[in-house]
């Protein structure tokens, strides 16, 4: 007995060592757009942007893959941010009026973003709320000139040569002031109202900026007249007789120039950032690497896809460069730090789908979440839109001249058209999408425009039952005449379920030309080379009434009111956006409410009634070529997994490849598994004679995966919320199980399959189960043994929309939304990291003089060192670089 006690402590020791090997939590990069910026900052000398959030996070950002993070311990805003001149320092203010300053600082040949306490010089903070400037000399600790106003201050600039001062006004005025020895009086000032004669709003900050031939550079923010355009948010740039009113889709937080004749505009506003190049004619957008707003139509879903192969990737590549035509050609501009990371061992692409219908490739194989390609559904069909209702478009000779910015648009007309499930196949280029109204479209990758037809097949889930009547959304109409597609994925068959509900579960097969779906009515197959229904099962309870509601028959008949209503009155499209954004959510909530209505929080492991609401959900679906009938021979399969703990595996008959155009597929029922607890079937998986998971369609073919063991006998492993149990094929007899659910309540969201290398051995890795709970933690299962091999913290349990987003990827990574538009990147395993890996250093030119200024003094703020008795009553400042010269505006 004590031998064995010793040889099974030391197995598990060893097991210990080989877990460390295999599996590693790690945080590790925020991909996307911060949620409600609120501070903005630039340093030259560096070359590094930075932005503050209401939640007090502070982002750094370089050239491509340069990304820092920190958070203040305050819940408060950040509301500046200034970099020191010629050093790794900066200085952050936070709205409850703290001040505290951060360092990059190098550690084992990387720097890390650090708060280093107070800053060492004393800074102060001013209101606005006064009419009188004084230069200060900051030598001779005097007043040297006194400047007058008549308005309240928002802003001031000082011109390069030192000749003028321009200040802005909150009656959308601004002044230039010559700069002498003495005191400046009203017969000096030049004072202009671009947007007069009618009352204007503020113009909050202004900048001027010369050139090296030619006129200036005047920007203004605001200053737009109120009553006919006073919710437009509108960045003016006048350069000699160009003068474009730039018009943003949100709320503009700050802007800067970077030098260079000068070459770029950087905007933030408060859904994106946006660069625009100052040196092409034109005044294109420079496409950003990072920061790229995920959320311009607000996300549905997500579907990740591992290591593409080079051909599919550089062909969809080239249908997205087909899209990008309108962008600058010139490099971007922020070029700060250096990326020391590895490159990509693999190429990965992130699919989003999102509610105006459009599905958007990202490039996800490193730190900088990348805009590919982007695929839009709704030509196929007729939706709400008016299509001569651009309530934004410019007119020749309109004042003021507007000019759309930016790509955030979440106005949807028709949330019938928002996608819920995704499938790529990376082998053949073949893409299945479906979406809110139960419509399903298959698409297929093709380098040319095309022109062509897309017929509907209905498939009826009800399948005659009788007492039901849906009462949610239409389905959408389709375009009965021929559509242009544009380069890319092309839609060639359509299904459209009846009752048009929320496509549930997706799939597709490319080695069969099947794709499989559900909604919560049931299930059906798709021969997508025949374009003929296969296979349509109902799963529908006969008690479930629920299931006909539709989630979101209510909400759309209050946009639809909305939209009518605001169409007659004609507001600005701005006004517009507000109400349908808030529609949106309301869209969202709805969903969010029937995902924990098919879902109750409080739960035991224990058997529930059959008339429970949803039962009939369809929550996955799988193609497994394994053992049916007997264990000599093995057949294609289909197997459906329900809300109501029910499996359906079917047997499917394919005719040979040269007889497939003639000869229809068919299914049969072959397999019934009620289970006891009757718990949501959340994944179903086989596994071949090895114990592994079967590999993907055409994945053996490309030789990227080893042929399945077709000797041994298979193994089926049923996922529900509350445990694993592993049944044996194809008696399926119950073999082992193992129970997630104690009495804290926890169930299983999210499950993946994936394959864990070790970080010490080349040759060595293992398949298991990725899981992610209610609860918010992440869990690896090893496959076939179903025993618990690590769980970590991940997701706050209060965050369900963040773990209804979560997706994991086929090396144990994931990615869930931490904001509308951010997603937070998280690791499982050891081998398997993309991280931000990069170094910051100090200018070797110490030109400027250390501590006094702050780098890029030019942003006309509120910030400087305490130079005055009076300085508490200051409400903003402006340096001048050349001259040690300060100008302090006083209350009256």
């Known amino acids: 007995d004590r031998m064995k006690r010793f040889r099974r402590h030391g197995q598990e020791s060893q097991r210990e060592r080989l877990k460390q090997e295999l599996f590693q939590f790690n945080k590790t990069v925020e991909h996307g757009f911060p949620h409600q910026p609120s501070a903005l900052g630039y340093s030259p000398s560096l070359q590094l942007l930075a932005i503050g959030t209401r939640s007090g996070a502070i982002k750094l950002y370089g050239a491509p893959g340069v990304e820092f993070m920190g958070l203040h311990d305050e819940n408060a805003a950040v509301t500046q941010v200034h970099f020191l001149p010629q050093q790794v320092e900066l200085v952050t203010l936070l709205d409850d009026n703290s001040l505290h300053m951060w360092t990059l600082k190098a550690h084992t040949g990387l720097s890390e973003l650090l708060e280093i306490g107070q800053p060492s010089a004393p800074f102060l903070l001013f209101s606005h709320c006064g009419s009188l400037m004084v230069v200060w000399d900051l030598k001779k600790q005097r007043a040297i000139q ?48 671009p947007y007069g004669h009618f009352p204007c709003k503020a113009i909050s900050k202004i900048v001027q900026l010369s050139t090296e031939e030619g006129p200036p550079f005047l920007l203004f923010s605001g200053g737009m007249p109120r009553a006919s355009y006073g919710d437009r948010h509108c960045i003016t740039v006048i350069h000699g007789k160009t003068h474009v009113a730039l018009d943003f889709t949100s709320r503009i937080i700050d802007f800067f120039a970077i030098r260079g004749d000068p070459s770029a505009l950087v905007v933030l506003v408060e859904e994106e950032l946006v660069v625009i190049d100052l040196q092409t004619e034109g005044w294109p957008v420079i496409q950003t690497p990072y920061l790229v707003p995920l959320h311009s139509s607000a996300i549905t879903c997500s579907h990740h896809v591992s290591a593409i192969p080079l051909k599919l990737w550089e062909r969809v590549l080239a249908a997205g460069n087909m899209q990008s035509t309108h962008y600058s050609k010139k490099p971007w501009p922020i070029t700060g730090g250096q990326n020391l990371g590895p490159d990509p061992p693999q190429r990965d692409l992130l699919l989003t789908g999102h509610e105006d219908g459009t599905v958007r490739f990202w490039d996800a194989s490193g730190v900088c979440l990348y805009p590919s390609y982007k695929l839009s559904t709704a030509g196929v069909f007729h939706t709400d839109a008016d299509p001569n209702d651009n ?68 498939v009826d889930l009800l399948q005659g039952q009788e007492g039901f009547r849906w009462k949610g959304h239409t389905q959408l109409d389709v375009r009965e005449e021929p559509v242009l597609f544009p380069p890319g994925f092309q839609p060639f068959a359509l299904v459209q379920c009846q009752p048009p509900a929320v496509v549930t579960a997706l799939t597709l097969h490319s080695e069969w030309k099947l794709v499989a779906f559900g909604t919560s009515h049931g299930f059906g197959l798709y021969d997508y080379q025949q374009k003929n229904n296969v296979l349509i099962k109902c799963t529908l309870n006969p008690s479930d009434q629920l299931a006909m509601e539709g989630p979101l028959s209510r909400v759309k008949s209050i946009k639809k009111s909305l939209r009518q209503s605001f169409r007659r009155i004609r507001r600005s499209r701005v006004s517009l956006r507000k109400h349908h954004v808030n529609n949106a959510a309301k869209v969202r909530s709805v969903h969010l409410a029937f995902e924990m209505e098919i879902a109750p929080v409080q739960r035991k492991i224990e058997a529930r009634s059959s008339d429970d609401s949803f039962t009939g959900l369809v929550r996955t679906i799988y193609f497994a070529d394994t053992f049916l009938a007997d264990s000599s021979h093995n057949t294609p399969s289909l197997w459906a997994g329900t809300n109501g703990g029910c499996v359906f595996a079917y047997m499917l008959r394919l005719p040979a490849a040269e007889r497939r155009a003639d000869e229809p597929v068919t299914a049969q029922p072959a397999k019934e598994i009620q289970l006891m607890h009757r718990a949501p079937v959340v994944g179903i998986l086989v ?15 490309h030789d990227l995966a080893r042929s399945p063991d077709m000797q041994g006998s298979h193994h089926l492993v049923v996922i529900s919320e509350e445990q694993f149990k592993v049944f044996g094929l194809p008696k399926v007899s119950a073999k082992t199980k193992l129970k997630l659910t104690a009495m ?17 051995s080349e040759d060595y890795g293992e398949s298991g189960l990725v899981v992610l709970t209610n609860q918010g933690d992440v869990h690896v299962v090893s496959l076939p043994t179903v025993k618990m091999q690590v769980h970590y913290p991940c997701v706050r349990r209060e965050d369900v929309s963040g773990i209804a987003s979560c997706v994991f990827t086929k090396h144990g990574q994931g990615f869930y939304l931490i904001s509308p538009s951010e997603f937070e990147r998280f690791s499982l395993s050891a081998r398997c990291l993309v991280e931000p890996r990069c170094l910051v250093e100090a200018p070797t030119d110490s030109s400027t003089q250390r501590g006094s200024l702050l780098d890029g003094a030019s942003s006309a703020h509120r910030i400087t060192k305490q130079e005055s008795e009076d300085a508490g009553k200051m409400s903003a400042w402006h340096l001048y670089a050349k001259k040690p010269s300060i100008i302090l505006h006083h209350a009256c």
């Open 391 to 458: 309530m934004n478009q410019g007119t020749e000779g309109e004042w003021p001249p507007f000019r759309k910015v930016g790509c955030f648009d979440p106005y949807s007309d028709d949330p019938r058209l928002g996608v819920q499930k995704i499938h790529l196949c990376k082998y053949s280029g073949y893409l299945t999408v479906a979406g809110t109204a139960g419509q399903i479209l298959v698409l297929e990758l093709n380098d040319e425009a095309a022109e062509q037809t897309v017929e509907a097949k209905v």
């Open 744 to 760: 804290d309540g926890s169930r299983v969201r999210r499950v993946g399959v994936a394959w864990f290398g070790s970080s010490r």
């Open 146 to 193: 006194h400047i007058p106003g008549t308005q309240q201050l928002e802003s001031v600039w000082w011109t390069e040569d030192g000749g003028y001062l321009l200040s802005s006004h909150n009656d959308g005025s601004y002044c230039r002031w010559t700069m002498g020895s003495k005191d400046v009086d009203e017969e000096d000032v030049k004072s202009d109202i």
């Open 687 to 701: 596994l071949d004679g090895h114990g592994a998971p079967l590999p993907e369609p055409l994945e053996v073919a």
